[in-house]
């Protein structure tokens, strides 16, 4: 407890001192009692642009808030350039640590001197990011050139701390918030927890990138490089060594003549076959990790590197958020608010009627512009906030993927400002629906889950029988929620508790700040 309060009161300390509260747009300005607090901090901030400031603290802050960072570095479309500039150094610019180390890690995780590995390792860090580093070097068994990826010395210690204290202040925060209740801050914490943790191990990162490579094995648009099972290990992955242009760098795209309007929709293809095809996404799509091969700029094809974030989501989830994608695209709003409803995604008891005139009240202005124009996942983020009122509820995994959908589409916006996501998505999503809905299919869907509906028949009286019993005990469970009730009310008053709720408190207020700053 003492280490997260020391902890929580030293990221407090980091973004006052950056003074992101001069970041807020004037209607959200903190009010006259926290301009108080905050007073100490201004005079000896840093007077650096505000936009270095905010990538510093975040920067400083460690890995967690790097990813943040990160994010928001993919979305010029959303935040001031003078902001995203400074943060896109965060994708693959964060101070490396030192060589030694990594070297003694390498050899400590492959069991082999260095020397013995490789002909030659180039010293100098090609890549350093906020879980890992990257270093060049040469296979002695084959001669072939690969990339190492190492992970940073102690870095799941500093991981496993800031995850620790989010997983306490959003169970506070919860008790005191129905928005957080509503959007499951707390299971969405663990869910991140599970995969930032996972980014910490390479063999799992391995398995992505392969299983990547066999879904576009016959698909040109995405090149997976080979991973050397060999020479990976828990904290050390070895994979092919790719040559590329950084996607976000226009002028050299441009100077090689590339067709930029084509390189922006085949993202959107990739994403697509990604998360409907293959139902296995790259879920970390920033900058720093795609490159594009420009052999032939008039076909020029992606590299995507660093699969440590995949998602994927239940065959339910996959065939709603298909079909709210094409109804969205088909401006059929009324189809939006019943798949919503359907889905159990807000309250059962919703009027179909009524959630269709609220989010077409929200969408509506933004179709006086040509469509080319409209920020698709722009547009899901204003439905989903029109829903609030109707208890939004969001699985952590279509979080996920929503977020995957910005990045893609603000990717694709920067290389070509033009882009047109309906005009791509919509003949998409029809094929795919009537495949999902074509008797065939349905036919062998049925035979691959009919060992599964007899398991649970066979299960249905045992679950009855314990809901009953679960009834008959339900005054007994009244009576001691009530005694425990009582007992958390004694321990408030009595003050035990009284820093928990003080740190819990100033750090809301910090996240609310940031919540303002990018809305």
């Known amino acids: 407890m003492i280490n997260d309060a020391l902890r929580l009161l030293r990221i407090i300390h980091i973004f006052l001192k950056a003074r992101i509260d001069l970041l807020l747009p004037e209607g959200n300005k903190p009010n006259l009692f926290f301009r108080l607090l905050i007073l100490p901090w201004s005079f000896y901030s840093s007077k650096s642009p505000e936009g270095e400031r905010l990538a510093d603290a975040l920067e400083e802050a460690g890995p967690v808030f790097i990813k943040f960072g990160q994010m928001l570095s993919t979305r010029p479309d959303l935040i001031p350039e003078n902001i995203v500039g400074p943060l896109k150094r965060l994708q693959d610019d964060i101070p490396p640590f030192p060589t030694e180390e990594a070297i003694k890690e390498i050899e400590n995780q492959l069991n082999s001197k260095i020397d013995a590995l490789f002909s030659e390792f ?124 950084p996607v976000d760098d226009l002028k050299a795209l441009t100077d090689r003549e590339v067709d930029l309007r084509l390189l922006s929709e085949r993202g959107v293809e990739i994403f697509l076959k990604q998360v409907f095809i293959d139902n296995f996404f790259h879920a970390d799509m920033h900058p720093g990790n795609i490159f594009i091969n420009v052999n032939n700029p008039s076909e020029p094809t992606y590299l995507a590197v660093d699969y440590a974030i995949v998602g994927s989501l239940s065959d339910e989830e996959l065939m709603q958020i298909g079909r709210m994608l094409l109804a969205v695209i088909s401006r059929d709003f009324l189809q939006v608010s019943r798949i919503l409803i359907d889905a159990g995604w807000v309250n059962p008891k919703t009027k179909s009627v009524d959630l269709e005139k609220t989010i077409r009240t929200a969408c509506e202005p933004m179709f006086d512009q040509p469509l080319e124009k409209i920020n698709f996942g722009e547009l899901l983020l204003y439905i989903f906030n029109s829903a609030r009122r109707y208890e939004l509820q969001m699985q952590p995994s279509l979080m996920l993927l929503q977020k995957t959908l910005i990045n893609i589409e603000g990717l694709g916006k920067q290389i070509y400002p033009d882009l047109d996501f309906w005009s791509i998505s919509k003949p998409f999503l029809q094929n795919w629906i009537s495949e999902r809905y074509n008797p065939k299919k349905l036919e062998d869907w049925a035979k691959k889950n009919a060992v599964s509906w007899i398991e649970k028949a066979r299960n249905l009286p045992q679950a009855a029988e314990d809901l009953i019993n679960k009834i008959n005990k339900l005054e007994e469970y009244k009576d001691k929620d009530q005694e425990r009730h009582n007992e958390i009310l004694k321990k408030i008053s009595s003050g035990k508790n009284a820093f928990s709720v003080l740190q819990a408190g100033i750090l809301l207020t910090l996240l609310l700040i940031l919540f303002n700053l990018f809305n």
Do not use: C, W
């Open 122 to 245: 180039q010293e100098a860090p090609i890549a350093a990011a906020s879980i890992a580093q990257v270093y060049k070097a040469t296979l002695k068994e084959n001669g072939n050139p690969v990339a190492i990826k190492v992970v940073r010395p102690g870095i799941g210690k500093k991981i496993h701390r800031d995850i620790s204290l989010m997983k306490r202040l959003t169970v506070f925060i919860e008790k005191h918030s129905y928005d957080a209740t509503r959007l499951k801050l707390n299971r969405l914490v663990r869910e991140y927890e599970y995969v930032i943790f996972s980014e910490l191990d390479m063999r799992a990162e391995a398995s992505n990138m392969k299983q990547t490579k066999r879904n576009f094995e016959d698909n040109k648009l995405l090149y997976v490089p080979e991973v050397y099972l060999e020479q990976t290990s828990q904290r050390v992955l070895t994979m092919e060594f790719i040559k590329g242009i």
